[in-house]
């Protein structure tokens, strides 16, 4: 019995991950990548017209200073030229978004 719980807490870990960074790339890809570049390196085919430039998530300077609060706050309230998403996005979206921006750190590394 214990070893098919365990069977089953992990299959369900191992969705909610899968679900989280394709769900959080989807988002990433349909909402942020024209401006912040296909991976997160500010480099979009929009980001040459926008004052100030978006933020490069690869840089380990950005990911240092900002606390996952901070970057839900920006993505719901936006940070000019950054418009908000919190009334286009659910809370469990934003928070999908956030990991992803997290992992696209991380493989910069």
Same mark, same amino acid.
């Given at each position: 019995? +214990?070893?098919? %719980?365990?069977?089953?807490?992990?299959?369900l870990a191992s969705r909610t991950?899968? &679900?989280?960074?394709?769900?959080?790339?989807?988002?990433?890809? +349909?909402?942020? %990548?024209a401006c912040h570049g296909a991976l997160g390196?500010?480099?979009?085919?929009a &980001?040459?017209?926008?004052k100030p430039p978006p933020m490069s998530f690869a840089d380990p300077k950005f990911q240092a200073e900002r606390t996952d609060a901070q970057l839900t706050a920006a993505i719901?309230?936006?940070?000019?030229?950054?418009?908000?998403?919190?009334?286009?996005?659910?809370?469990a979206q934003v928070t999908e978004l956030v990991a992803y921006i997290?992992?696209?750190?991380?493989?910069?590394?």
């Open positions: 019995m +214990r070893t098919l %719980a365990l069977l089953v807490l992990v299959v991950a899968w &679900a989280q960074e394709n769900g959080g790339k989807a988002l990433f890809d +349909r909402r942020c %990548a390196l500010g480099d979009g085919v &980001a040459k017209a926008l719901a309230n936006g940070k000019p030229p950054m418009p908000p998403f919190g009334k286009q996005l659910s809370a997290r992992q696209l750190g991380a493989q910069a590394k």
